[in-house]
């Protein structure tokens, strides 16, 4: 966020450290009185000099553990398509859990992506016949999204209004 907020401020270069000082309370406001300087806030180095200290200081906080991130996407019941919800919802949430994965460099086969994603759909019994039939029981991924796309199809009624047809 600090990053986005250097990139979009109109806060003048060499009193930016001072602003995000100023922004900035409890612990990690002592944390930058103890370890800068004035004239280091006050330069144009101030803000990645307080980020480069928050990154040190609270590395273990900050990085994603590989056992954690595992559980989370494996078997945590929130990544799975709830009950309502359109398929261009449930796999585009289904996308952001498999790029966890990613950024702990983490590949997993594309087959298990496509099954795991496939078995999270809670597909009904006759959407899954159509589907079967539809992917000739090939279960990669990129296989798995674009026929559980078919699945969402819209309706006469409201516009931007969809249905999950087979539910």
Do not use: C
């Not at 006050?42 to 595992?70: D, H, N, R």
């Not at 019941?77 to 952001?96: C, I, P, T």
């Not at 990669?140 to 009624?157: A, F, Q, S």
Request: hydrophobic share 40%; net charge neutral.
């Amino acid at each position: 966020m600090l990053n986005m907020w250097m990139m979009v401020t109109a806060v003048k270069e060499d009193i930016r450290g001072i602003t995000i000082w100023q922004a900035t309370t409890g612990e990690l406001r002592a944390l930058i009185e103890a370890s800068l300087e004035d004239e280091q806030l006050m330069s144009k180095e101030g803000p990645a000099l307080i980020l480069k200290l928050v990154k040190q200081t609270y590395v273990t906080y900050l990085e994603e553990k590989a056992e954690e991130v595992f559980e989370k996407v494996f078997y945590d019941k929130d990544n799975h398509r709830k009950k309502g919800e359109s398929m261009a919802l449930y796999l585009q949430r289904k996308a952001v859990v498999w790029q966890k994965l990613h950024k702990i460099k983490l590949e997993m086969p594309k087959e298990l992506n496509g099954y795991i994603t496939l078995r999270d759909a809670h597909l009904s019994d006759r959407a899954w016949d159509a589907f079967s039939i539809w992917t000739k029981n090939q279960i990669d991924y990129d296989t798995i999204v674009e026929n559980l796309r078919k699945l969402d199809r819209p309706t006469i009624g409201k516009p931007g209004q969809t249905t999950t047809l087979f539910t």
